[in-house]
């Protein structure tokens, strides 16, 4: 809205977009595929039932449900990307 409401510079407004939201969104989607990948790749059967326990606690609490969510959804990465600041 800045660049038509002000005629602000839109390559620095759009550079700074990408800052906030590339490299957060790379990062995120990087930790959940290696965390994926490993649990795909497990041949043990405890870690499957750990993570299924896991998911069953996570939801029993709407705290920790709520929580889990928003990291999922990425909601957590967009909080973060607002603290990424323009350069000069």
């Given amino acids: ?29 990087q930790k959940h595929t290696i965390e994926n990948k490993k649990l795909m790749e497990s041949t043990d059967p405890n870690i499957q039932e750990k993570r299924q326990q896991m998911f069953m606690e996570t939801a029993a609490e709407p705290k920790k449900a709520r929580a889990f969510m928003m990291e999922r959804a990425m909601f957590n990465c967009l ?7 323009q350069s000069k």
């Fill in 1 to 29: 809205m800045d660049i038509i409401h002000n005629q602000a510079d839109h390559n620095a407004l759009f550079a700074l977009y990408d800052r906030q939201r590339k490299d957060l969104a790379v990062e995120f989607v």
């Fill in 79 to 85: 909080s973060n990307s607002l603290t990424v600041k």
